[in-house]
């Protein structure tokens, strides 16, 4: 029997998972409502701030959502599934995304309104389109398990491929637990270690259920016992960078709601922006984007360009990306001198912030000093010792 299927002590990371998606969305969306616009208004509460009441009240969407999520949760108040639904059917008339999620899975599962799965589904794929990273996750689920909605594991591969493109470690981690089960993709171990690494990494940053970043620690290492020494390494390689790209372009704010594909191709616009007008961090942005051909045709003389502008202002990150680009011969002739140059000042960075980032950075530098003669090496010592007195210190 597939790991996935299996129940008890051995069931996998994949049901244990959906188990605590399903608790989370019943405890967390006990009710709610599509309300109409002929429901009347609550009465007044005590326990909401007057002043948040009145904003509700005027229109203020935010106020709205609150006051909402105040009786939902009994905040302050006691727990009142139909003024929740009153306040979440105002938020939601006026495309409050978070609204819409929780109208969803109440009307999905009949949480203080009656069920109703046709208008949750479409509220629910209404709030994904627009990067809800739960209803996203959400909607996989039920394409994976055939709930509500015909079993489509493209679908499903869909919807939790677009939740961990954009950060969300539970999609990660489904994702991870697909691809090596080869459900709804070609199984793959090395896309399994891949985004399974990023969902322990992307956890243990947020913060929340911590018990599940060591579950998918625990995973990926499991994982990683199919894969060679080689393999390993380059798929290490290329979660590290994912993740020092995602470091750099998230806030906490992309935790909570991740932003819409729509909204991609103006996104990079305005990252270029800001990189041609000298910062190191959207410089290396735009290389990566370029290197990865995300949101833009892959190319890897522009990435170059883009990584050398950044790497020249002391951006460690961009530093080791383009000393892989010169080890790898991508978008510049192959030059072990140059790669062993940006590697050696990368690898200064990170000495005291990350040890194991150090110790990968420090294994391709020294692959390419195979390649070099002593005095060679000597002579880019003193290179790197100059160009650290005459730039800005490597971050």
Known sequence: MPRLMRSGKGRSMLSRFHHWLVLSAVLFCISGAWAQSTASEPIAPKGIDPTLIAKARAGNVDAEFQVAMQYENGNGVAQDNKQAAYWFGKASEQGNVRAEYFLGVAYLYGHGVPQDTAKGLAL?????????PSAQTDLAHLFLTGKYVPQDYAQAVYWYSTAARRGNPD???VLATLYEEGRGVPQSYTEA???????AANRELIGTYSFLAKEHADERDRIAT??????????????????ANQATQQSKDDFEAMKSELQRSQEFSHLKE???????????QVGYCYEEGDQVPQDYAQAAQWYLKSADQGFAAAQYSLGMLYEKNLGVPQDFEKAYFWFNLAASAYTKRDENLRSLVVSHRDAAASHLTSAKLLELQKETTAFLATHPKSY
Do not use: C, I, N, P
Request: proline share 0%; charged share 25%; aromatic share 10%.
């Open 124 to 132: 629910l794929k209404r709030a994904a389109a627009q990067g809800h």
């Open 171 to 173: 999609g990660q981690a």
């Open 193 to 199: 270690y891949f985004w399974m690494s990023l969902a």
């Open 226 to 243: 199919h894969l060679t020494r080689a393999e390993l390494l380059k798929v290490q390689d290329r979660a590290l960078r994912w993740a």
């Open 274 to 284: 800001r990189a041609e007008a000298g910062s190191a961090m959207e410089q290396y």
